[in-house]
């Protein structure tokens, strides 16, 4: 299914390894994984406007936001009712910004670009930007049915419910106003483990700092990158409206997507005390910009929207099949990986060797992950090169975890920016083979569909720490 052309493979593997001692990791050696040329922005607008009003206290009752799946019949007809009420605006009045086509550009504006001012991912804008997005397409809604207790569902894929939610893929057609044609995940049909498992939900839920949860000024966090980006592709495919952010808002289910993305972020702040947000005023500070439920456009900033049951007057039900959360202390220590591009313990640590052979969880923590970013594409990482060739994914003991390259415009090949930071869970077998001091390999397999194969490579990144978790009580 991968790497067809063993000789190519071969080619760039050599290519691969002979950078790596050269220490030289540029993105110009990369040819064999067609670097990204530069391409025009993608062209979307929002209406125009004056200056910004503030936003304003919002006094509605507190109100809970509820897995799709698990809404009643009649609440699913108010769901639907507002969708139609919006998507009708885009022919009754095409410039009012709450309409459908006008809230999806919101995201095309703001994502798609490759304008650092403009761009919400990448960095600690990530979760805030995109927790206020929601909150006003929610309040747009509830107007357009007249309903102040109306809240969006969540998808709940870090619960268990995997399948696409029934209320967008029932009918599965036009006439359904959550329906998308361009979807590659069939009704039916779950989201692989490998992105929104226990492992991984867990995982990101114990990440230590906000640094590697919601990213920093400069890079952004795990789960962006997975379960977020994983997500995006998993339901639109290579080329599905989910799978670019030119699009990704054109289809109902990313706003129950993004309120998933959005819930991971509420329970990761409530898993430990010293799950906290940045106070730094360079992120407290920042400044987003949206139209509100009477057209009125608005700046909120990301201090407006922390507390969001109090400020934004919604929770989420709590609803969690497998939760079981140890409050972690993590430490992470250098290893050579600059020297060796291996994961080897060294002889000098044993902290490191004592850790590996007792019960204590182990993570690696990537910093500056580099993937070829010419297509959307999720990315597996695998504990050796045989395990990546078998791809098995989340049933693999080597099975490091998994991530992803949204793009910006299915015709803009230019790369989103920068490079990831990724925390990676490490399971009993490869914690053995470290202890007994053994040189570790990361392998990257992924970027396929049925017409597209797959390709591997050995994974690149500017440092990787190994860090270990210590129940907080005991430190
Ligand atoms: Cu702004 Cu999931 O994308």
């Known amino acids: 299914m991968f790497d067809t052309n063993e000789e190519e493979s071969r ?29 025009p922005q993608a062209t979307c607008a929002l209406p125009s406007h004056g200056a910004a009003t503030a936003f304003r206290r919002d006094c509605r009752p507190i109100r809970p ?6 809404l009643t019949p ?16 885009d022919t009754s009045d095409p410039s009012d910004p709450r309409g459908f086509t006008q809230q999806a550009n919101v995201h095309c504006v703001f994502c798609a670009t490759n304008d650092p001012a403009l761009q919400m991912h990448f960095t600690w804008r990530f979760f805030a930007w995109h927790r206020a997005y929601l909150y006003f397409h929610e309040r747009i809604l509830g107007k357009l049915i007249n309903n102040a207790n109306f809240r969006l569902p969540f998808w709940g894929w870090d619960s268990g419910f995997r399948n696409l939610p029934q209320p967008y893929v029932t009918p599965n057609d036009a006439t359904n106003p959550l329906f998308n044609s361009t979807r590659a995940l069939a009704p039916g049909t779950g989201l692989d483990l490998a992105n929104v498992g226990p492992t991984v939900i867990n995982g990101v839920l114990t990440l230590g700092s906000f640094d590697d949860f919601g990213g920093t000024a400069t ?15 998993n339901v639109g495919g290579l080329n599905g409206d989910m799978s670019a952010f030119s699009t990704a808002a054109r289809d109902p289910v990313f706003y129950q997507h993004h309120a998933t993305v959005d819930r991971l972020w509420s329970d990761w702040n409530k898993a430990s005390p010293t799950h906290t947000n940045p106070t730094d005023p360079a992120f407290t500070g920042l400044t987003f910009n949206f139209f509100d439920e009477n057209k009125v456009w608005r700046s909120i900033t990301a201090a407006q929207v922390l507390d969001h049951e109090n400020s934004l007057r919604y929770v989420y ?18 290893i050579d990986w600059r020297l060796t591009r291996k994961i080897v313990i060294p002889r000098t640590n044993p902290a490191l060797y004592k850790a590996l052979s007792g019960e204590t ?12 970013r010419d297509r959307s594409a999720i990315y597996r990482i695998y504990a050796s090169e045989a395990e990546a060739k078998a791809d098995a994914g ?12 949204v793009l910006n415009d299915p015709g803009n090949r230019h790369p989103v920016r920068g490079t990831q930071n990724v925390v990676l869970n490490v399971r009993q077998e490869v914690r053995a083979t470290l202890a007994r001091g053994e040189a570790i390999q990361p392998w990257v397999v992924g970027g396929g569909d049925q017409k597209t194969p797959k390709r591997s490579f050995p994974l690149r990144a500017a440092d990787v720490l190994v860090a270990v978790g210590t129940a907080e009580q005991e430190k």
């Open 11 to 39: 080619r760039r593997f050599l290519q691969l390894v002979g950078i790596g001692v050269l220490g030289g990791w540029s993105l110009e050696s990369w040819s064999g994984l067609a670097p990204p040329e530069p391409m």
């Open 74 to 89: 009649a609440e699913v007809d108010q769901l639907k009712a507002a969708y139609q009420a919006m998507r009708a605006l």
């Open 361 to 372: 969880p182990i993570r690696f923590n990537v910093r500056g992950l580099e993937l070829p």
């Open 394 to 405: 989340d049933k693999s003991p080597g099975f490091l975890g998994a991530t992803s390259i």
């Open 317 to 334: 039900e709590p609803y969690r099949f497998w939760e079981q959360f140890i409050c972690l202390f993590w430490r992470p220590f250098p």
């Open 65 to 70: 936001r509820q897995v799709a799946d698990r």
């Open 219 to 233: 890079a952004s966090g795990t789960p962006e990158g997975n379960p977020h980006g994983t997500v995006h592709v």
